[in-house]
Every structure is written in C-alpha cells, then in structure tokens.
C-alpha cells in the first residue's frame, strides 16, 4: 500500500487535492502498525502517513455547496501567513459548521474536520462539540465516538452531545455506558443530561432505572426544569402509571403548553380519554394558550368517544388560533379522522379538499374516512389520485388501510396489486404488519394456498402471523391444517394469546375435531385462558358445533355468575344450526326468565325466529312477534327478515305479506325472503310478479327462490331467462343454483339439459341430489341408482336428502328390493336416522308393489300424518276399502281438519260402489265446514 509522509507545513495542501481521494479514516501514524482517526493528538506529532482508500461517489448538491466555500477558504489560507488564518476565518468556519449541521453529509463533515484541524481549533470545545455532533448526524457514529475519545477536558455539553449522539443513531445501551463514564469522571450532569436519559430509558422500556433518574432529579433539584418534568409525566404514562404522571403534574408550580399536552397525551395513551379531555378544559381556564400538538390530541380523544358537538368547537378554536393554515396540517388531518368517525365524511372531504399542501398523513386519513363509511369506490379513487397528481407514494399505513377493504370484500385483484406494489417498493422486509394483512387478505379471499406461501416464506414470523395463518385454515374448511399449526406453534414455546385460541376452536366445527376441542380446553384450564367471557362463549359454541350440546350447556352453566346476552345466543345459534330446535326454544324460555338484566336482543329474536320457522310453530312465531314489537329490535331489518320466513314456513302467507308491506327499511334479503315465502307456499305466480318488481340486483338466494317458483308452475321460458341471468353474473359455479337448474329443467320434462346442467356444474352434495331425484322422477331408477353409487366412490358425503331422492327413485321405478335394503342399511352403513320423508317412499314402494299388509305393519308404529297419508293413498290406489277406512279413522284423530284424507275415503266408497257412505262422508265435511281447494292446471304461452 503506498503511503506519503506529510508534514505540520503541508497540511494547508491537504484540502486541494485530497478531498476526493481521503477520507480521514483511516492514518497510521510513524512507528505504529494500527489506524486511527484523524485528530487535534495526532496533529501536534508533526508528521504521520495517510492511506488514500477508493473514489467516493460525487457530492450530493447541498454538500457541493459548503465544498466550493470550502475551496475557496482554502485558496484564501494558501495567500495568507500560517498564524492569521486562526484568527481571520475562525468565525467562517463557524458559520459552514452551522450551515452543515442543517444539512448533514459525511463528505461535508470530513471537509469541515480537516479544515477545523488545519486552523487549529479543534482545543475549542464548542467547535469540537458541533463537529461530533456533525458526524452523527451524517451517520457516522463511530467517527463521532472516536473523536470524542479525544476530546481533552470535556464538560458537560460534551458529554451530553455524545449522549445524544447515541440516542439518534438508536444505540441506547451505548447511552447509558457513556452516562456512568460521565458520572464516574466526575462530571457534573445537568438537567438535560437526565432529559436525554430520560428518552433513552423509554426506548429500552426500563421503567426501573426511569424512576431511579427520578429520584437523581429530586435529589440535585434539577425539577425546576419544566422540559425535564414534562419528560418524567411522559414517561410515566407511556409505561403505564398515570396516576404517577398526574401527581408530578398537580406539583408542577410552572405549567408551560408542553406539560398540558403531555399530561393530555398520556390520558389518551391509556385510555382515560374522558380525563383527557377535562385537563384540555382545565387548560382553557388557566389561560394557557393551545398549541397545534394539544388540538390534534384533543380532537382525537373526541373521534374515539364520538364527540362531535366538542369536536366541533375545538374545531372553531384551532380557527381561531390559525392553526389550521399549511404549516399547522396535523389539525387538520385529525379534524379528517373526526368527522369521519362521526359519519359526517362530507365535511371530512371539505376540511381534506381545503389543505393547500396536504402530506401523506392527510391522504392517508382521508382514505381511513372512506373506508370507516363503507365508500369502498372513493377509497381506490383517492389513492389513484395521491399517485397521479400528488408528491406522495403510499406508505405502509396506506397499504394496511386497502388490505383490510380488500380481505373483507374479497377484492383479490386489488390485493395482490397491493402486494406487487410492497414487493416493488421493499416493504415487506422490515414491516411484519403489513405482511400479516396480506396472509389475512389472502385466507379471506379463498387463496389459502397463496397465504400458506407467504407464511412459510417468511423467517421472522410474530405470533400475530401464527394466528393470522391458523384462523385462515379455519376459514377455509382445512380444519387438520389449522390445528396441526396449533400444535407447531405451542412447541415452539411462544406465548399464545386469546386471539390464538379463538383461530383454533373454529377450525373444530364437526363431530370430528370433538376430541381435539376437548384437547384445546384442557389447555386453556391450564394456561389460564378461561376468565374471558369470549373466549368461553367460543369454547360452547365449539362443543354444540361438535355435537356436544351437554358439555357446551354445562359450561353455560359453570359460568353463569359472568355469562352475558353473547352467552345465552351462542347456545341459542349454536343449537339452531345442529338442527336442535326444541333446545334453542327451551333455552330462550330460560333466558326470558333471568330477568331484565339478560333481557334479549336483535341477535336472540333471529335465531329463536328461525327455530319456530323450522318446527313450523306458528303460535310461538307469533308470540315472538309480540315481543320484537314491544322491544326496540321490532323495526330491527333482521328481525322482520326473520319474520317474513318464519310466516312463509309455517304457511301463514298473509302475515308475510303484511310484515313485508309495512318493512320500513328492506334490503335485497327482504325481498329474497318474501319470494322464497311466496314460492314456498305455492304462489308461484306472485313469487314472480314480485321478481318483477325487484328493486336491488339479484343475487344467488334471489336465483333459487325465483326457480323454486318456475319449477313448480312449469315455465320453461321464464326460467331460461333466469338460467341466462345466473351465467351473464358468474352465477355458474354456485352449487345450489347448479341443484335448482337441475330440479327445474327435470320437472319441466327436460332431462337431458338436467343431465347437461349436472355435467358442466360442481359435483357438489345437493347437485347429486337433484340429479338422482331427477332420474328418479322419469322412471329411470336404475340410473339413479348407478349415480348415488358414484356420488360415494366420490366421497360427496350422503344426507338424509340423499336418500329421500334415492327411495323415490325406487318407489317411481318399482324397484321395491333394492329400495327397502337401502332403507336398512341407511343407519349402519352411512349413520343416518330414517325420518318420515324416507318411510313415505317405503310405504308407497310396498303398496304399489301390492304389499299392502307390509305397507300397514310397517305404518303402525309411526306416528307420521304423512305416512298414513301415502298409506291411504296407495288403498284407494288399489280400491282397498276396508284397511283404507281403518286408516282414514286414524288420520281424522290426527288431522280432523284436512279434507284431502276425507276425499280420499270418498272417491274409494264411490270406486267400491257405496254411495250412501259416499254421500254420508261428502255431508259430514259439510257439516264441519271443509272446503278443497280447487285444482287448475297451467300452461306457458310462448316459446319454449
């Protein structure tokens, strides 16, 4: 390595011709094989070598400019004697000192120290002071720890520019080891010294040796200060001790503004926003004047509690304090963020449009403030305009303000467009939230595979990451994958947390996962997690969903001292949808019985309404109804839905259309439910004139019901259209649609588009349904029997709707055999309880087959209307006047009112010749006021 011996004369050369070649670090000086810095010690050794390293790049533009002053300085000392220069440019030297502390460059600060070593005055301690804390700025905290090792007689302010040299560059450890050096020199610290470690000590979130510079405070008085009280009120509350923090407050003899808005700040910091906002009172009446720092803080506390009347009038003080001008835009920004949370986003849109220079805080509020009232359209508006005609990119709170709008809205495209853009801008290696959105974007948009990607791709996961991923399997049915990941992340030994738990109980949601939700609660007794009302509301509702309804009522029970309206509802919806009925009814009554204090709500109604529906107890419907009405959820939307089809079901059609007539705010589910009533009850006709009067977009609910109804009426043509409708909307892949094209074009005689629908659509449960029923219903119950053998070999799970499709398949085609061993093996093959829908066909399959003594020996011991009734209808079928006689007697014990079983008996004494009993029958339905509904038929007129 070549090196060059300079001398004390030829420094002043030094910076002609080396500022682009040297840089200080490092020189070795004569006799010695180590380097070091460039410093005032080595200077008066007279002579040392320098080692000249590589280019440096080119000077950026404000470092060119002290660089050329720089030069010209130094022609200036090439003219002039050697002991002038110190005394002439001392004061020029400052000066460039000042203007490169504004604008910090490690060139500019290596041009400064060599100028300042050529003068001679790095013994002045202010100069020698400004230089390291050059260095440090310009990011060079090893040069400014260097020259501060040379540094003789350091004082005070010395010592605290080194301090605060370790505290920029985040070097807090460091700090502190520098703070007992100065103590142990004996130095005498001041305030600001404590100020600095104050700051330090809150980064390391050490609130130990916080209160131990407390203590040193008090013990030199230096809390005369006011900064350094406001320091320790600040500290206190951002670890947690408010009360600490307003004590030293209440002693503060001197109050400036800072101190206002850090007792403020720390009452928002924890939560006490109501105090926050009565110091910013107590303010006000002092007289002390707020600053823009004390508004913004005032006007977020009223965002949070929906203050919007003292919102406004902090408004009208920031007006009048003429802070809401360009430099004060922290206002504003928080005036966006208020009266968006007060759903008054059309002034938040003023108060946004009215910032001459906008920075990306405003942006990025102002697209908060869309989003928080559901303009989904404005959100991605305004940030194509931050990109287009703006200074500003978005940052990473703009990224994580679209991910949540895209995951909850299934806007795939638009989130991996956010994810391209994080890749692009390398965003995701240091910002671990963002990429936690994007694995919670992913799941809820069905990408689960895309999610599990960038999971495993990544090395620094937090727990926040694990749970993000173990609640998308959840979402996503893969319930194994999900609880597989559990168990990873407890032997990795983190700490869970309650949002943990919650991913991984709703992954276990069928009789399955039931020994490992046993397996999760042991855990949770273990780790504590079981004093959280939620999280026992989640572990019932795991229970009933696993089909453990005892276990999930004894914890209702075990808890009942703490448990609340969610409690008593999730077993309430939790036995709905395991179709235990009875149970949720039972439960309701008890709930009504615990008083006012558990009274019910919106929630409650809803699921208790959808029981009756489902057990078709139109009394109990209507005494519910009674109850919604007194309540303030009777003009609740979801409970007059909920209304609407429990009438629909329990065939009370008037009612349905009263409740719909006075709806006072009815959404497209209304409609929906209304169809479905009408078409339920067979006015399919109605059904359609109200979808013609539909005045939201259909949807795929709307798409089922409207062809529950052409399917009943048989109208080819209209349901062509809505077959068209589904396809122009991306309806196709929705498996009940695929289910009621088949039912439809099936019973409009057309079996071979049923077959073409079933083809081209999802192998889903109820498409093998419908397509068995189908066959089923043409008389081909060899081919529906070779379907439901495909369908298992499938591993499509069979229902009980399966069979009931099967067994009418044999009961149409006469195939009685293979029928009646289906109907045996249905409990011990495939676990399924025969109900009365399936001993229908077998009764009709026996009677049909003139087995009409099975039929009656099967019949005995049900207690099924319906079977008696196929029983009845397959004797009058075979002119069976005896048995059918003894069988319409037990029907008129069970339905006296249903004239249908009287017809019945009639038409068989009129097949047999016994026209008294006929005419006898005929007047005793007189005589109770029956009347049968006329029959009609239907034919569409137009293109088929």
Sequence with gaps: ??????????????????????????????????????????????????????????????????????????????????????????????????????????????????????????????????????????????????????????????????????????????????????????????????????????????????????????????????????????????????????????????????????????????????????????????????????????????????????????????????????????????????????????????????????????????????????????????????????????????????????????????????????????????????????????????????????????????????????????????????????????????????????????????????????????????????????????????????????????????????ADIASWNTIIAGCVRSDHFQEALETFLRLMRQGPLFNHDSITLVNVLSACANMELLNQGKTLHSIALKSPFGSDTRVQNSLITMYGRCRDIDSARKVFKFHSNSNLCTWNCMISALSHNKESREALELFHCLQFKPNEFTVVSILSACTQIGVLRQGKQVHAYMFRSGYQENSFISAALVDFYSNCGRLDNAAQVFRHSQKSESAWNSIIAAYGNHGNGEKAIKLFNEMCKSGTKVTKSTFVSLLSACSHSGLVKQGLMYYECMFEKYGIQPEADHQVYVVNMLGRSGKLDEAYEFTKGLQCSGVWGMLLSVCNYHGEVKLGKKVAERLFEMEPENVGYYISLSNMYVAAGSWKDATELRQSICDQGLRKCAGYSLIDVGLG
Aim: glycine fraction near 4%; hydrophobic fraction near 40%; charge should be neutral.
């Design 1 to 562: 390595m070549r090196t060059m011996v300079i001398s004390q004369l030829q420094l002043k050369h030094i910076t002609r011709w080396t500022f682009q070649d040297l840089i200080l670090l490092p020189f070795r000086p004569k006799g010695s094989s180590s380097c070091h810095l460039f410093s005032s010690q080595n200077y008066q050794n007279k002579s040392f070598s320098i080692v000249p390293r590589q280019k440096v790049p080119l000077l950026p533009c404000d470092a060119a400019f002290c660089c050329r002053h720089f030069c010209i300085a130094t022609h200036l000392f090439d003219k002039m004697p050697q002991w002038d220069v110190r005394e002439v440019h001392f004061e020029f030297l400052a000066d460039c000192i000042k203007l490169s502390l504004k604008k910090p460059n490690i060139l500019t600060a290596t041009i400064v120290h060599c100028a300042a070593l050529k003068i001679g005055v790095l013994a002045h301690l202010p100069t020698s002071t400004s230089l390291l804390t050059l260095y440090s700025k310009a990011g060079n905290f090893t040069s400014s720890r260097v020259f501060f090792e040379d540094i003789h007689n350091k004082d005070v302010i010395v010592w605290n520019a080194i301090i605060s040299a370790s505290l920029q560059n985040n070097c807090y450890k460091t700090a502190i080891e520098f703070f007992k050096k100065m103590v142990k020199a004996q130095t005498r610290f001041d305030s600001t010294t404590l100020l600095l470690m104050v700051s330090t000590l809150l980064h390391m979130k050490n609130f130990d040796q916080g209160k131990s510079i407390h203590c040193v405070s008090i013990k030199y008085m230096m809390l005369v200060d006011i900064s350094l009280c406001n320091a320790f009120i600040d500290m206190y509350a951002k670890f947690g001790d408010l009360n600490s923090s307003e004590c030293l407050f209440e002693e503060m003899e001197y109050k400036d503004v800072v101190s206002w808005n850090s007792i403020m700040r720390g009452s928002l910091y924890n939560g006490d926003l109501e105090k926050s906002l009565r110091y910013f009172q107590r303010m006000s009446f002092s007289g002390e004047t707020a600053d823009h720092v004390g508004l913004s803080c005032v006007i977020s506390v009223c965002s949070s509690l929906r203050e919007l009347a003292f919102g406004q009038c902090v408004h009208g003080q920031g007006i009048k304090l003429g802070y809401m001008d360009s430099s004060r835009v922290s206002v504003a920004n928080s005036l966006i963020s208020l009266y968006s949370q007060c759903e008054a986003v059309e002034v938040a849109e003023t108060i946004f449009g009215e910032i001459a220079y906008k920075d990306i805080v405003s942006w990025n509020a102002m697209m908060e403030g869309y989003a928080s009232n559901e303009n989904i359209h404005e959100v991605f508006d305004l940030l194509v305009e931050m990109q287009t005609t703006g200074p500003f990119q978005p940052d990473i709170v703009t990224l994580t303000t679209i991910l949540p709008l895209c995951a909850e809205l299934m806007l795939s495209r638009e989130g991996r467009t956010v994810h391209g853009f994080a890749i692009r801008r390398q965003m995701l290696s240091d910002h671990r939230p963002l990429l936690n959105g994007l694995i919670d974007m992913y799941s809820k948009c069905n990408l689960v595979a895309k999610a599990e990607l960038l999971f495993n791709s990544t090395t620094e996961r937090d727990l926040v990451s694990w749970n993000a991923m173990i609640s998308g399997y959840s979402l996503n049915k893969y319930s194994e994958k999900a609880q597989n990941l559990f168990k990873e992340l407890i032997c990795s030994g983190r700490n869970c947390t309650s949002s943990t738990v919650f991913s991984v109980l709703s992954s276990c949601n069928c009789p399955n996962s039931l020994y490992f939700g046993k397996s999760v609660h042991c855990w949770q007794l273990k780790a504590g997690f079981l004093h959280h009302i939620l999280l026992i509301n989640s572990l019932m509702h795991t229970y009933i969903n696993c089909g453990d309804l005892t276990a999930g009522f004894s914890i209702l029970q075990e808890n009942s001292d703490i």
